[in-house]
């Protein structure tokens, strides 16, 4: 790193921390340590959210996914595009759910249910994140430590200690002083601030490498796969047969289930200004994310490319030689020759962009886990409410907690799988049944306690237990545990090497699409054998006569009603909410998803009927998944810090103005029948 490089990464830095210093000031209750008094609009949304996917774990895990597959598994997920568009733009369980006003998920649970059921939903997506975030500050240190080649261990007295410990302390460090000083509030605006500067990175990155991109060695490196394994061909890869339409169909569904299921950015679910805002904020995060998707990808191809070259191997052995884990090694491989490609400059731009993301996600992961402790395990087990002054220092106290179980358990595990197959299984914990009783509790009157409970224990124990039966350790377990029984037979052991480990016949998806379809339908029959009396949707979403959101952030009416005659609008999901703007935006990225989504199918038929060529399908990819992008990010770069700016200016005003309400923190009074 030179000077040039160092200053490029403290500029951003140290305004991100002036900024949170002086933000402390507006946090005067809950709701504002919480979600931001709910003062969050479009763009502060989008940016500041979208951060958590532009760190090192995010890095990674792509990059560990693209050496595997290169484009070609890319084909698959065009069509599902458009439906998870349609989905957004419709505000699928996030307007509904911002319209109960919870600033925690079992805290809706609690107003829908029981304060029991919110309680151990609470404590199970607790467990679950704690466990998936886990991983993810030791990555960023070991990202650091192997990209700029830094020592391995620094002596200290007569200590050697992991220079990725250390790096990984002073993050969480960091991140965990954004967070007390003001809570979502200081959250927020850090995040957006370093997304508005990343967003800026990302184009004069994209930028330069595709201008020094020599594309005749990518080239030749994509097509030196071995048939059954291309890089750019969706119909010659290993991978076709778990990705085909009936995954894309599987996808979907699953996106529509889990909609907001996890919780590593509650804050931000309970944030925005009006339901409209968080919907137009959750639109305008998927557009945002060309420019992230487009630099990783670009970053991905240069790496593998110089890594291709025999002078990259050789140096590449050298370097891994070096590293003792071979987990590490793997996820490594890219950013080692990454760091040898990038020039002065774009090398400080890169760390920037990840540093920043690292402090991002890390900030947003620790709020949403140390608030999710406090307020939906500690205090539902108290008689008595807490002082809003007591109320903060919990919170506060429960994020320290989580920052240091983080570093405790990033130092001692030993992580033994690919980093998405560790998010698979700890996510599905919670989210294997969580997705029945949101859908559920959001959308019908008939839902009750009991068919919550049966639909989010029997989703969880059947999505955990078909991943941990697909993984190869299980057919070791399960012959141990015959032995250990005494029914150690050979035809026990037939059966297990035939039918778990790589031999399971569902995959990921599959046992995840097929436990929530059991979980839907438990949920549903024990609702409708205990339900008396219908809840009273009204009250729950504070519609009509229970309307409570303050005057001057109620939604402004800017049509007539849809009429019930067909019409463009209805299909899409834009209502009278929609300004002449939003409607043009909305429209313009749902036609830009019907385009892919077409693409997607004719290029499918035509393939079939006429096959061509892995160089045609080279130069395919090139033009739409690098330059294509590269112009979009250029044009959005521009847009978005615009909205940005406008964004932090009127949170800033709101929050010189707001009204405290030491009433609204996260507690369900029940003397108001609730639950009819």
Same mark, same amino acid.
């Given at each position: ?25 507006y ?5 504002d340590?919480?979600a931001?008094s709910?003062? !969050?609009?479009?763009y ?5 959210k ?5 760190g ?7 990059f560990? %996914?693209?050496?595997h597959g ?15 568009l ?10 509904r759910?911002? /319209?109960t ?5 079992? /805290? +809706?649970?609690e107003?829908r249910?029981s304060r ?7 404590l199970l997506a607790?467990i679950?994140g ?6 993810i ?19 200290f +007295?007569?200590y050697?200690?992991p220079?990725?410990l250390l790096?990984?302390? !002073? ?6 002083y954004?967070s ?8 927020m605006m850090?995040d957006?601030? /370093?997304?508005m500067?990343?967003q800026?990175?990302y184009?004069?990155i ?7 991109l020599?594309?005749?060695h990518t ?14 061909n ?9 990705f085909?339409?009936?995954y894309?169909?599987?996808g ?12 590593n ?5 309970a944030a925005?200004a ?7 904020g ?6 945002r994310? +060309? ?8 970053l991905?191809l ?5 890594l291709?070259?025999p ?27 990454l ?9 400080g731009?890169?760390?920037s962009?990840?540093l920043?993301?690292?402090l991002?996600?890390?900030g947003? *992961?620790?709020?949403?886990w140390?608030?999710?402790l ?5 205090? #539902? ?9 007591? *109320?903060?220092?919990?919170l506060?106290a429960?994020i320290?907690?989580?920052a ?7 130092a ?8 998405p197959?560790?998010?698979?299984v700890?996510?599905?914990i919670?989210?294997? !049944? ?22 989010l224990l029997?989703g969880?124990?059947?999505a ?7 993984? #190869? ?8 545990l ?5 029914f150690g037979?050979?035809h026990?052991a037939?059966f ?5 480990g790589?031999?399971f ?5 599959e ?5 929530s379809?059991?979980?839907l339908?438990? +949920? ?17 979403l504070?519609?009509g006569?229970?309307?409570?959101e303050?005057?001057?952030?109620n939604e402004p ?14 299909i ?13 935006v909305t429209?313009?990225i ?5 385009l892919?989504a077409?693409v ?6 035509c393939?079939?009927?006429h096959? %061509? ?9 090139l ?7 590269l112009?979009?990010?250029i044009?959005?770069t521009i %847009?978005?810090s615009i ?8 949170f ?10 030491? /009433? ?5 009074? *029940?003397?108001r029948?609730?639950?009819g």
């Amino acid at each position: 790193m030179t000077f040039l490089d160092i200053l490029i990464v403290l500029i951003p830095l140290m305004t991100v921390l002036v900024v949170t210093i002086y933000a402390r000031r507006y946090l005067k209750s809950v709701a504002d340590f919480m979600a931001g008094s709910r003062l !969050g609009n479009r763009y502060l949304l989008a940016t500041a959210k979208s951060e958590m996917g532009a760190g090192a774990i995010g890095y990674v895990a792509m990059f560990e %996914w693209f050496s595997h597959g290169g484009f070609a598994f890319r084909w698959w997920g065009m069509a599902a595009g458009v439906v998870g568009l349609i989905m957004t733009i419709f505000g699928w369980v996030s307007y509904r759910y911002r /319209q109960t006003r919870a600033l925690t998920l079992a /805290q +809706f649970f609690e107003m829908r249910y029981s304060r029991n059921f919110r309680f151990f939903t609470g404590l199970l997506a607790f467990i679950a994140g704690l466990l998936n975030f886990g991983v993810i500050p030791v990555v960023g240190g070991k990202f650091m430590v192997h990209f700029l080649d830094l020592p391995q261990h620094i002596s200290f +007295f007569s200590y050697s200690i992991p220079t990725y410990l250390l790096l990984m302390g !002073g993050f969480l460090t960091t991140t965990t002083y954004i967070s007390l000083t003001g809570g979502q509030i200081t959250v927020m605006m850090a995040d957006c601030i /370093q997304g508005m500067f990343s967003q800026v990175f990302y184009v004069i990155i994209g930028v330069t490498l595709v201008m020094t991109l020599n594309w005749p060695h990518t080239r030749e490196m994509l097509l030196s796969r071995p048939a059954g394994q291309s890089f750019v061909n969706p119909f010659d890869s290993s991978g076709v047969k778990d990705f085909n339409v009936w995954y894309v169909l599987m996808g979907i569904w699953g996106g529509m289930y889990s909609a907001m299921a996890w919780q590593n950015a509650s804050g931000f679910n309970a944030a925005g200004a009006s339901p409209h805002e968080a919907r137009m904020g959750n639109i305008l995060g998927g557009w945002r994310s +060309f420019a992230l998707a487009n630099t990783m990808l670009i970053l991905a191809l240069v790496s593998m490319t110089y890594l291709y070259q025999p002078a990259g191997a050789a140096y590449l052995q050298h370097r891994l030689s070096q590293i003792s884990d071979p987990q590490t090694a793997e996820q490594m491989t890219l950013p080692i020759g990454l760091a040898q490609v990038l020039p002065i400059g774009i090398k400080g731009l890169f760390v920037s962009i990840v540093l920043m993301g690292i402090l991002g996600g890390d900030g947003q *992961h620790l709020h949403s886990w140390g608030t999710i402790l406090a307020q939906d395990v500690i205090l #539902p087990l108290r008689e008595r409410p807490l002082s809003t002054r007591a *109320h903060i220092i919990l919170l506060r106290a429960c994020i320290i907690g989580v920052a240091v179980f983080a570093f405790c358990f990033g130092a001692l595990f030993t992580q033994t799988e690919y980093l998405p197959m560790w998010f698979q299984v700890t996510g599905a914990i919670f989210i294997g !049944g969580a997705g029945a009783c949101i859908i559920g509790g959001l959308y019908w009157s008939r839902a009750t306690t009991a068919g919550a409970w049966t639909g989010l224990l029997t989703g969880s124990i059947l999505a955990v237990g078909g991943i941990l039966l697909r993984q #190869p350790d299980s057919v070791d377990l399960f012959n141990r545990l015959a032995l250990s029984f005494e029914f150690g037979s050979s035809h026990w052991a037939i059966f297990v090497s035939k039918h778990l480990g790589a031999n399971f016949p569902l995959n990921g998806t599959e046992i995840s699409f097929y436990a929530s379809l059991v979980a839907l339908s438990a +949920f549903a029959i024990v609702s409708l054998i205990t339900c008396k009396v219908p809840h009273d949707m009204d009250r729950l979403l504070h519609r009509g006569k229970y309307a409570v959101e303050p005057e001057a952030l109620n939604e402004p009416i800017h049509a007539k009603p849809a009429r019930s005659r067909f019409h463009l609008y209805n299909i899409v999901g834009i209502d009278q909410h929609f300004t002449r703007s939003d409607r043009w935006v909305t429209l313009g990225i749902f036609f830009w998803s019907m385009l892919w989504a077409a693409v997607f199918f004719i290029g499918t038929a035509c393939y079939l009927i006429h096959p %061509w060529s892995a160089l045609a399908w080279a130069h395919y990819w090139l033009i739409t998944s690098v330059y294509i992008p590269l112009v979009i990010s250029i044009v959005t770069t521009i %847009w978005f810090s615009i909205g940005c700016w406008n964004d932090l200016v009127l949170f800033f005003r709101r929050l010189a103005v707001k009204r405290v309400d030491n /009433q609204d923190d996260g507690t369900v009074d *029940h003397t108001r029948d609730m639950h009819g």
